[in-house]
């Protein structure tokens, strides 16, 4: 006698008939699918053909992509019939761990999003695996990524985490990937900062909307270090409402082409980093209230003492080589040698009084109306203020001193 948990119908087993349990063909009612064999051959596409002569392995194991999304599926497994698999689909299931792919070693792409799955592992065998799809799952950390050194794609956006906790990374696993990861997704994961991902120096493509981002001088910060980046995306944090955020965004980024989704032309970019120039140097040259200039704060951290005026200059006497050379040669023809000496020492002994004051020896009218007559420009003293010796000049040519 069999007894029934779902209902209180008692199955009688005879020898003629036998009566089944509904628990039976309760299980077989909401049994779930499972990746089987035939599972797999029917999940090909239409690209790989099964001839009429070849077995269901001999046809499994030169399978490329596979097909499994929307299947209902709990469990990954039986893979190891297809030993060259690239491409496996597998979103929108019901998968809770990440196995059976330990002989997929030829597997590129893998997408696992829109599942159950709490925790990333059992990835150390995928070392051919470039892209990999993780969003829409319950991961809490990024993680297991040690062996996936050509890893170029990662999305593991939105995931289902508790109230109040945030998505978090595994150092090990970023410096991992550092060299071969250009594309990352992490939206919707309640980030207050990209700071752990501040190793990933490669990145070309960054989706980040949709978190708690509030600082702009965290994000300049760490969009400085990622000089390849070329496409962001950060729509729906608090900073994106922020004045000129735009503006700010595009001059944190040499080389940004999109910035959620809407280009950044050359045009744009020059404006842009122009009236960020302008405006550092405009800071630069304002001085706040109560701040110290430039050169005080370089006074403040010398420790020479605050510089003083420079003494006077030491009184120099009167110089007759500033004299012009032609002057020179015409005064030393009309005087002798020996008394245009003498006159040259008494005006260096009184070097600040006026050149009027020094004292010509006596030169003859005739000698002076000649000499005025060979050059009248020169506005030479005329013979009629020229007394007897010791007389002083009273009018002197302009270009003597």
């Given at each position: 006698m069999a007894t029934c948990y779902h209902s209180n119908f008692v199955a009688k087993e005879t020898s003629n008939s036998s009566a089944t349990c509904c628990c039976r063909l309760w299980d077989e009612f909401f049994k779930m699918p499972r990746l089987t064999v035939d599972l797999l051959a029917r999940c090909t596409g239409h690209a790989t053909k099964r001839r009429k002569d070849e077995t269901q392995e001999q046809f499994l194991a030169k399978v490329t992509h596979l097909y499994c999304s929307e299947k209902g599926l709990e469990m990954i497994e039986n893979l190891h019939y297809c030993r060259n698999l690239s491409v496996l689909y597998l979103y929108d299931n019901q998968i809770e761990t990440?196995?059976?792919?330990?002989?997929?070693?030829?597997?590129?792409?893998?997408?696992?999003?829109?599942?159950?799955?709490?925790?990333?592992?059992?990835?150390?065998?995928?070392?051919?695996?470039?892209?990999?799809?993780?969003?829409?799952?319950?991961?809490?950390?990024?993680?297991?990524?040690?062996?996936?050194?050509?890893l170029s794609e990662l999305?593991?956006?939105?995931?289902?985490?508790?109230?109040?906790?945030?998505?978090?990374?595994?150092?090990?696993?970023?410096?991992?990937?550092?060299?071969?990861?250009?594309?990352?997704?992490?939206?919707?994961?309640?980030?207050?900062?990209?700071?752990?991902?501040?190793?990933?120096?490669?990145?070309?493509?960054?989706?980040?909307?949709?978190?708690?981002?509030?600082?702009?001088?965290?994000?300049?910060?760490?969009?400085?270090?990622?000089?390849?980046?070329?496409?962001?995306?950060?729509?729906?944090?608090?900073?994106?409402?922020?004045?000129?955020?735009?503006?700010?965004?595009?001059?944190?980024?040499?080389?940004?082409?999109?910035?959620?989704?809407?280009?950044?032309?050359?045009?744009?970019?020059?404006?842009?980093?122009?009236?960020?120039?302008?405006?550092?140097?405009?800071?630069?040259?304002?001085?706040?209230?109560?701040?110290?200039?430039?050169?005080?704060?370089i006074d403040s951290k010398s420790p020479r003492p605050p510089p003083t005026m420079p003494p006077l200059p030491a009184r120099q006497p009167f110089r007759l080589h500033l004299l012009q050379q032609k002057r020179k040669r015409q005064l030393m023809g009309l005087i002798p040698a020996a008394q245009f000496e003498a006159a040259t020492v008494a005006a260096s002994e009184a070097p600040w009084q006026s050149a009027m004051n020094f004292h010509l020896p006596q030169i003859g009218s005739d000698r002076l109306v000649s000499l005025a007559g060979l050059n009248p420009q020169n506005e030479l003293p005329r013979y009629d203020l020229l007394q007897n010796k010791g007389s002083k000049i009273t009018t002197l040519p302009p270009l003597l001193f």
């Amino acid at each position: 006698m069999a007894t029934c948990y779902h209902s209180n119908f008692v199955a009688k087993e005879t020898s003629n008939s036998s009566a089944t349990c509904c628990c039976r063909l309760w299980d077989e009612f909401f049994k779930m699918p499972r990746l089987t064999v035939d599972l797999l051959a029917r999940c090909t596409g239409h690209a790989t053909k099964r001839r009429k002569d070849e077995t269901q392995e001999q046809f499994l194991a030169k399978v490329t992509h596979l097909y499994c999304s929307e299947k209902g599926l709990e469990m990954i497994e039986n893979l190891h019939y297809c030993r060259n698999l690239s491409v496996l689909y597998l979103y929108d299931n019901q998968i809770e761990t990440i196995s059976g792919l330990h002989s997929c070693h030829h597997l590129t792409h893998l997408y696992l999003q829109h599942n159950s799955i709490f925790r990333m592992e059992n990835l150390d065998k995928l070392n051919n695996l470039t892209k990999l799809y993780l969003s829409h799952n319950s991961i809490q950390l990024v993680e297991g990524l040690e062996q996936l050194s050509r890893l170029s794609e990662l999305h593991i956006s939105h995931q289902n985490l508790p109230e109040g906790e945030k998505l978090l990374f595994d150092p090990r696993s970023l410096k991992a990937i550092v060299n071969s990861l250009t594309i990352l997704n992490v939206s919707g994961n309640r980030l207050a900062s990209l700071e752990d991902i501040g190793l990933l120096v490669n990145l070309e493509q960054l989706m980040a909307t949709d978190n708690d981002l509030t600082s702009m001088k965290d994000l300049g910060k760490v969009l400085s270090r990622f000089i390849k980046l070329w496409k962001l995306e950060l729509n729906g944090n608090p900073l994106s409402y922020k004045q000129k955020y735009r503006d700010r965004v595009v001059t944190m980024c040499h080389r940004l082409e999109s910035l959620d989704g809407r280009d950044v032309n050359e045009m744009e970019r020059q404006f842009l980093f122009s009236w960020k120039a302008m405006r550092k140097a405009r800071q630069q040259l304002t001085i706040k209230p109560g701040s110290k200039s430039h050169f005080e704060e370089i006074d403040s951290k010398s420790p020479r003492p605050p510089p003083t005026m420079p003494p006077l200059p030491a009184r120099q006497p009167f110089r007759l080589h500033l004299l012009q050379q032609k002057r020179k040669r015409q005064l030393m023809g009309l005087i002798p040698a020996a008394q245009f000496e003498a006159a040259t020492v008494a005006a260096s002994e009184a070097p600040w009084q006026s050149a009027m004051n020094f004292h010509l020896p006596q030169i003859g009218s005739d000698r002076l109306v000649s000499l005025a007559g060979l050059n009248p420009q020169n506005e030479l003293p005329r013979y009629d203020l020229l007394q007897n010796k010791g007389s002083k000049i009273t009018t002197l040519p302009p270009l003597l001193f």
